[in-house]
């Protein structure tokens, strides 16, 4: 479950270090003191200060206090410290706070704590000196951006703001903002961009605005932007893309833009991208992808675009990636993967390609993979997973392939794998798990594989185990919960273990979350 906190960064005066205060009650505040003092005074030593990202959210979008996939230059010039917070959502403690050190503050992280217009106004009155803001409210609405007037953002973020309409972003004209982010502000149209003309944006981010068309971009078209995000907007076309042309771009994601065709891609050319995700973007061919032959990318995403073929591959060959997404392509067969020789890719998605074979896996030797799936890919035997011997893989997703038995994970003797997911392997027995023995092992999946027991929690006694799953395994029973005990698991799931009793659950693990 999603927990609201509240995540305040103060700058002293004499430094133009960045650390988090958090709104806690009296007898934590000592304590707290205590522990930023600690992360000064190592930082200080070092020389140089470094970002230390907050991961106490549990949804994305509200994980990290700065994104590091969407824009990495800000975040080098914008180092901070940010301590977990505790998920405390009192509105008037939040305010006393800031009526008392607002104007110290640069950077204030609300969270999804709710808060209607007039609480916004109590808070931005009291910080003069705001260099970055993030919210997720549905309650406020334009009136609540008004009281922005006056500060110098350079930074925003404002997720799910539902009563935003396009007359909301006026206040923000003349700012020197560098990243704008308006996720799931679902009443923004074409005419909100307007506000955003003259500013020197480096990053936009509108996913999931889904009335913006192809018209609202023609308000970016001055921008040297690097980083764009339109995920979600399903009535942009190719001239979306048209009014893109030479800029900067190193990111582009265009996730579910049903709309857009090869032609839309030839826009792309001779931009310096990096990364580009166009998922679900079903009337792209192979005819598209031959647009970005010669680019220098990196990661490319491509899932749900079913009418690629071995053709389409080709026109990647010779591009330093190291990941790419091509889940539920399924036109794609092992020859496709052929055309990946040679690359220095890391990561690679397959998953539920149905038509690729153990000949596709023998095209991946002698890559530097450290993450693959070729789940739902249930041609895939034993034997395929022959050619991973020698690799250092850390992840491996062989979810609802059911043609392997226990002599596929003989073949990962010897790996240091972190993560593993064979979720519904029904030919898996006891034994498919003593490979794994001995392996820094984190996170683990045989959910539904049913003819688990009790023994084969025994191969996993003495992991450092924190999220594993084996739900619908009917054969575990309290008994084999005591293989478990002592592994610092926060997420765990043995939902269908009918002789697996909720006390035994409490009794083995106080803390972490149950499903079961």
Known sequence: MFTS???????????????????????????????????????ALCGAFYPIFSHSFKRKEASQLLDSKLNPDWINDHPSVSLNSLGLNNLEKL????????????????????????????????TPNLKILFISSPAITNKALTYLKGLSLERIELNGCKKLTHDALMPLE??????????????????????????????????????????ALIHLKKMLLTHVSFRGCNKLDDDALRHLTGMPLRVVDFTGCKNLTDDGLRHLKGMPLMDIRFCHCKKLTDDGLAHLTGMPLRSVSFGGCDRFTEVGL???????????????????????????????????????????????????????????????????TDDGFAHFV??????????????????????????????????????LTDDALVPLRGMPLTHVNFANCKRL????????????????????????????????????????????????????????????????
């Open 5 to 43: 906190s509240v995540t305040l960064s103060t700058v002293f005066k004499d430094s133009s270090f960045c650390s988090s205060s958090l709104i806690l009650p009296t007898h934590l505040w000592k304590r707290i003191t205590v522990i930023a003092l600690l992360v000064l005074s190592g930082l």
């Open 453 to 516: 027991s009790n023994d084969a929690l025994a191969h996993l006694k003495g992991m450092r185990l924190t999220n594993i799953n084996f739900s619908g395994c009917y054969k575990l029973t309290d008994d084999g919960l005591e293989n478990l005990k002592d592994m610092p698991i926060t997420d765990y799931n043995f939902s269908q273990c009918v002789d697996i009793s909720s006390s035994r659950l409490r009794e083995v693990w106080q803390k972490g979350k149950a499903y079961g």
């Open 314 to 380: 080709a026109h990647l060959k010779g591009m330093p990636l190291k990941e790419v997404w091509f889940k539920a392509c399924t036109g794609l067969t092992h020859d496709a993967l052929a055309h990946l020789k040679g690359m220095p890719l890391t990561k690679i998605c397959f998953a539920n390609c149905k038509n690729l074979t153990n000949e596709a896996l023998a095209h991946l030797k002698g890559m530097p993979l450290e993450s693959v799936d070729f789940s739902f890919c249930d041609q895939i």
């Open 390 to 427: 020698g690799m250092g893989l850390k992840s491996v997703k062989f979810s609802s392939c059911h043609r392997i038995s226990n002599h596929a994970l003989g073949h990962l003797i010897g790996m240091s794998l972190t993560h593993v997911d064979f979720s519904d392997c029904h030919r």
């Open 174 to 215: 003349g700012m020197p903002l560098v990243s704008a982010v308006f996720k799931g502000c679902r009443m923004l149209t074409d005419d909100a961009l307007v506000h955003l003309k003259d500013m020197p944006l480096k990053c936009v981010d509108f996913e999931n605005c889904d009335l913006l068309t192809s018209g």
């Open 95 to 126: 305010i006393r706070f800031v009526e008392k050190h607002g104007d110290q503050l640069q950077c204030l992280n609300i969270g999804d704590l709710r808060i209607e217009d007039e609480d916004f106004e109590c808070l931005m009155d009291c």
